[in-house]
């Protein structure tokens, strides 16, 4: 048996998230059932993060144990035939040790979430960045994004469906910068609550708009209260970017 | 009777190009539709330059003749409007000389050809760019490039369906580079001739995986013969940037 490192590259549009419904194609299911025709089994296979639907990512790592003497760079080409067409590719393949795990080892987690800022519809960019048509002031949004670094209780920025155990979460990272009509958002943390990006980041679009104040931002966190919430941003932006391991 | 213009960003996935066709939905078309439903006319557009099946536009422009009082910011809002869903959007809009005409006052063309440079296949860029699996070297890419500037007989790198005079142009910019997998190709002339920049390209990444020297390219330019080209690019990289008027 041996321990297959993956790094994942994914189209979230098509897919109900990353992980297996009862209804509707998940990523998860689509490289299980991939994994499935190459091995001949039903490998199930472990993400550091199960993103939600229409979330892309371009760097997420997973993990299946094998029965199967397969060298990773032909279990990567596989693979990617096999995955054909979906919208889902393998940019990296490795065996690692038999307790590294994909989600119970990661001990840094980064998301990045793209913001158009213009009137005019999207084109080429549509379901893969989020267009804001009001003006955002991004130092503003960057100033507030400060206060939620360190450790909080981020109940106000948590999805009712979350299933962690406590919603105290440290962040690391929350970077907001301007590039054009581009707005880009750099979050980093070792975990994060079920649509805790998203919750920040429709909210430090608030402040942008000059809807709310840095102030009001703070209240919000400090109520901790899925109710403070002003806005959840769409998964559109989304994207899971990098896990970090140790070593 | 006013001359508007318009500046126009599309996806050309879902159309069969720019231009009307019997069979099969355009750009031009979309426009003149919506256009007809604000107006109750059937106004007829012109465009800077008309692209082909799957290429893209950030910045092509448009002018149309409407007699009709209307504001330009309010004819662009309704554009937009009336555009939904297809995915073209008017960026830009206002009033313009009669004698200014999109095609004919045009006096610099830019295109862009975006290649991702990487064995696993695309996901979120899937018929946004061109993948290239072997492995490119930009550098002689670039100096090949420059072997093509200046006044030529480009007839090797010309469409068999090409409806220009003659198939001289000048070439003034063809500059290729790389940051990470990505490789830019930008080119910049008065004109180009129908499949010109792609079949420019295809032969520039020849020359990037080794398979041409950059002899191999400017031997096939002075050859003035179809049958000399050594790859025409797909569509799907290139990006139709701007289009430039005198004043």
Request: include cysteine.
């Amino acid at each position: 048996m041996s321990r297959f490192a993956f790094t994942v590259e994914f189209d979230g549009r098509p897919y109900m998230g990353w992980q297996r419904q009862a209804h509707g194609a998940t990523v998860q299911q689509c490289i299980e059932e991939a994994l499935g025709r190459i091995t001949g089994t039903e490998p199930v296979i472990h993400c550091a993060g199960r993103t939600d639907a229409g979330v892309h990512a371009l760097g997420m790592r997973a993990h299946v144990d094998l029965d199967k003497e397969i060298a990773p760079f032909r279990l990567m080409e596989a693979l990617n035939a096999h995955l054909r067409p979906e919208p889902i590719a393998i940019l990296g393949c490795e065996v690692v040790p038999e307790d590294w795990h994909a989600r119970f080892s990661c001990i840094a987690r980064a998301y990045e979430y793209r913001i158009r800022n213009r009137r005019a519809p999207l084109t080429v960019e549509a379901g893969l960045v989020w267009r804001v048509p009001q003006v955002l002031d991004s130092e503003a949004m960057h100033e507030a994004a400060q206060q939620l670094l360190g450790r909080h209780d981020f109940t106000t920025f948590r999805s009712a469906h979350c299933q962690a155990d406590s919603p105290v979460r440290t962040l690391d990272r929350l970077d907001v910068t301007r590039a054009g009509e581009r707005i880009t958002v750099q979050a980093q943390a070792r975990s994060f609550l079920h649509h805790q990006v998203r919750s920040m980041v429709g909210c430090l679009a608030l402040v942008g708009m000059g809807t709310w104040s840095v102030a009001d931002l703070k209240a919000a966190l400090d109520a901790r209260d899925r109710a403070a919430l002003g806005h959840n941003a769409p998964p559109d932006g989304l994207y899971f970017m990098r896990a970090d391991y140790p070593g």
